[in-house]
């Protein structure tokens, strides 16, 4: 069991950076593999980047390859998701969930979702 809280998302200027955090208040996050989805108004959620439970792999979507940063911080139960350059196409809810790998493919647990965090990229 988890239970994921976001923060760290704003109102951010086109190219500028945001640093997303996702705490287990369980303290259990050490023990699953990790990942970010996002979901605009009237699109689906969709895959952001996702992480290994020790931290030491990662997956990105295309679209945030060379500007999103995913890392785990163990210790803490921690996610944590940095962007750079951010574009106005970023703009969403950000989700945290907690999941496992299977066959090289970040699958997410449907009950493990936070909340969510609103990021807004104005230009």
């Known amino acids: 069991q988890v239970q994921l809280q976001e923060s760290g998302g704003g109102l951010v200027q086109v190219g500028g950076s945001l640093r997303l955090t996702c705490t287990d208040s369980?303290?259990?996050?050490?023990?699953?593999?990790g990942a970010w989805f996002r979901q605009a108004p009237g699109k689906e959620r969709e895959f952001v980047a996702a992480?290994?439970?020790?931290?030491?792999?990662?997956d990105y979507a295309e679209s945030v390859k060379g500007r999103f940063t995913i890392s785990k911080d163990n210790d803490q139960d921690t996610i944590y998701l940095e962007m750079n350059a951010l574009k106005p196409e970023d703009t969403a809810v950000y989700y945290c969930?907690?999941?496992?790998?299977?066959?090289?493919?970040?699958?997410?647990?449907?009950?493990?979702w936070g909340q969510g965090t609103q990021v807004t990229v104005s230009s």
């Open positions: 369980l303290r259990t996050l050490n023990t699953y593999a």
């Open positions: 992480i290994t439970w020790s931290g030491g792999a990662s």
């Open positions: 969930n907690a999941g496992g790998y299977f066959g090289g493919k970040y699958v997410p647990r449907s009950e493990f």
